[in-house]
């Protein structure tokens, strides 16, 4: 699957809401939604089927019209409405001994839900790694293998640009043009995503 932008998968909603865009947009952010609800305490099988009911949710309010590209946040901050109500609500049906406090830190379930503004920051941090996740995954498929394993290693593995170069018979220089040209490219669909 070719990683598209939020704003390109949105676009195609519009015009095909039960299509390729739908199955892509849901491929992408159930993981990010499933990674999140573990982070916040629930068990897996609790979390997957919280990311799943928020992509219905979201679909559901989204064909009806409720999402305005550029209010409240964009799509970022809307999913993490929706997310976090669901995970709530999941949290109100479960028996009452899981929500009893827990004996070696003496807090409940509900008292890690308390702060928003820490759980968004959670919420965050997993929407930047997936999307940063989705942008090297679309770049690895339009490189050369040895310019991506280059840039690998020279930008994320931290080796250093002359030991790049002799691995990959390149100049050091053409390791630098390398590197800016990917992240300017990375940037970009990043900055994409935050867009909408």
Known sequence: MTWITTTIALEELDKYPNGKAWNQLSETCLPMLVKFGIKLGLRYQQSEDAAQETMVKFMELYKAGKFQRGKGGGLRKWLFGISYNVIRDLVKKLPREKLIADTTTGTTFWDSLEDENAI???YDMEWEKMVLAKSLEDIRRRYP???YEAFVLYALREK???EVAKQFDKTEN???ILKHKIIKEIRSLTADSERI
Do not use: G, M
Request: hydrophobic share 25%; no cysteine; aromatic share 8%.
């Open 174 to 176: 053409a390791i630098y």
């Open 145 to 147: 293998k040895d310019e």
């Open 160 to 162: 250093s640009a002359s």
């Open 120 to 122: 968004e920051k959670t």
